[in-house]
């Protein structure tokens, strides 16, 4: 019963909320994901790289939120898509971030917004501040809170931790539980040094994290060039039946529509 309720919310109502969202946010902004783009290249040339007393830094900010969400769920969460509803689920995969680019930045600017100063003068920001003190609401953000603790702090990890211990071991033959308590030894040093110390790895780890993506991807076309038109007018002809939206849809709500964990100065 539980199984078939979870099914039914993340197979449809999670995936027509978050779509409905997102065309609001867009149309409400007039395209901001696509009118400011330019804008968002420009700022990188004034981003500030040294943090302070009271908080991180714009770059440290940005390389935490960007650790938080590109990681092993990107490529697992395509691969599920296109076992599921075929190559057509790109295409609606690529349609819900465009979508999510102006819910983010809506997360992003209430978090700003509704965040608070704590007694060592750093800030706290998220959805559960939004929720009590933008929205006067007392009881929910506890629930959301607790209820991201345990999501988050358990099966989301484990899902993440999961999928890079076994790629380990079938790359080069790590048994699992060794880099699993490497790993586990690596991320406990980082995360017990508080928000700073975190902010400090990213900065350095991300560039090259986000500069290898990008790499592998751009040498997989590039070794198979020949092969992009035909993939895609297989991806545009194959995109428009209900086992193609609903594939990608639930793939990219695994992946990317996860909790935003952003990270303010």
């Not at 039914?8 to 909320?17: A, C, D, E, M, N």
């Not at 007039?30 to 007393?53: D, M, N, P």
């Not at 959301?144 to 890079?164: E, K």
């Not at 586990?184 to 900065?203: D, K, N, W």
Request: with cysteine; charged share 10%.
């Amino acid at each position: 019963m539980l199984m078939t309720v979870t099914d039914w919310l993340w197979s449809y109502i999670l995936i027509g909320v978050l779509l409905a969202i997102g065309v609001r946010f867009t149309l409400g902004s007039r395209g901001v994901q696509l009118r400011l783009f330019k804008r968002t290249l420009a700022v990188f040339s004034s981003i500030e790289w040294q943090g302070s007393e009271r908080g991180i830094s714009s770059l440290q900010a940005l390389a935490v939120s960007v650790a938080g969400r590109v990681g092993g769920g990107n490529i697992a969460g395509v691969a599920v898509a296109i076992t599921l509803g075929g190559p057509g689920a790109l295409f609606w995969m690529w349609l819900i971030a465009l979508l999510g680019m102006a819910t983010s930045l809506f997360e992003c600017a209430l978090s700003q917004l509704y965040k608070r100063r704590e007694a060592d003068k750093t800030f706290r920001g998220g959805p559960a501040y939004v929720m009590r003190y933008g929205l006067g609401w007392k009881v929910l953000p506890v629930i959301y809170s607790l209820l991201l603790l345990f999501t988050v702090g358990f099966g989301f990890n484990a899902v993440q931790s999961y999928v890079v211990t076994t790629s380990i071991e079938s790359a080069f033959g790590v048994p699992v539980h060794v880099s699993g308590s490497v790993m586990t030894l690596v991320m406990a040093v980082i995360l017990f040094g508080g928000i700073r110390r975190l902010a400090r790895v990213s900065e350095v780890v991300v560039p090259f994290m986000v500069v290898g993506y990008l790499s592998l991807a751009i040498v997989v076309l590039v070794m198979n060039v020949s092969e992009i038109p035909e993939a895609l007018r297989l991806i545009f002809s194959s995109a428009f039946g209900l086992e193609q939206a609903f594939g990608g849809g639930m793939a990219a709500a695994i992946s990317a529509g996860r909790t935003k964990r952003t990270i303010f100065k």
